[in-house]
């Protein structure tokens, strides 16, 4: 498997009439051959988040969450596939709490994701995600949008009140993560 392959896949994917089944079976294939995927990206050898395409219909990213690292919950406005390659992905859903003035959520289920386990979310997903294991986790994210433009939310983890997503916050989040593992 090589990279533009699988940017050409997904880009194909998207343009389907139901894109996010599409780009599920394109994802299962990349995750269901570690092999070649860590030829594609890379092995794993530290927590971040690795750009494969960002454009304004499509971004693929590369992500490895270091040992136990968690990040609040968020929402991305778009729909996006999760496909996990290595270790352990926990999600917990969250919902708004209705009329609620402080935009509150509550928790509202979750999903744990091994290797080779592939979960597409809706465009009005939040979720939160924690990696459980003390090994890194490898999964392949593919969104329906430019994820790293895109106006989105994030809460904060006591009081679970909405405010702006941060994505530089979040990103120094992982180089903290990767500190505590030196």
Not at 68 to 84: D, K, R, S
Not at 119 to 143: E, F
Request: charge should be negative; aromatic fraction near 6%.
């Amino acid at each position: 498997m090589v990279v533009e392959q699988f940017i050409a896949d997904c880009a194909a994917a998207i343009a389907d009439s139901a894109p996010t089944k599409a780009v599920r079976e394109t994802l299962t294939r990349a995750v269901s051959d570690t092999t070649g995927l860590e030829r594609m990206i890379g092995r794993p050898e530290k927590g971040g988040v690795q750009k494969i395409c960002v454009s304004d219909e499509l971004t693929i990213i590369n992500v490895v969450w270091a040992p136990h690292l968690t990040i609040m919950p968020h929402n991305h406005n778009m729909w996006a596939v999760i496909g996990v390659y290595g270790g352990r992905e926990d999600n917990i859903f969250w919902r708004r709490i209705k009329d609620d003035p402080a935009g509150r959520i509550e928790a509202a289920g979750a999903k744990s994701l091994g290797p080779k386990d592939v979960r597409p979310l809706g465009d009005d997903i939040i979720h939160s995600v924690t990696n459980p294991t003390s090994k890194l986790t490898g999964a392949i994210h593919v969104y329906g949008g430019d994820f790293f433009a895109m106006h989105r939310s994030e809460w904060e983890p006591e009081g679970l009140e909405e405010r702006p997503y941060d994505i530089e916050k979040n990103m120094q989040m992982f180089e903290a993560a990767n500190k505590l593992r030196q």
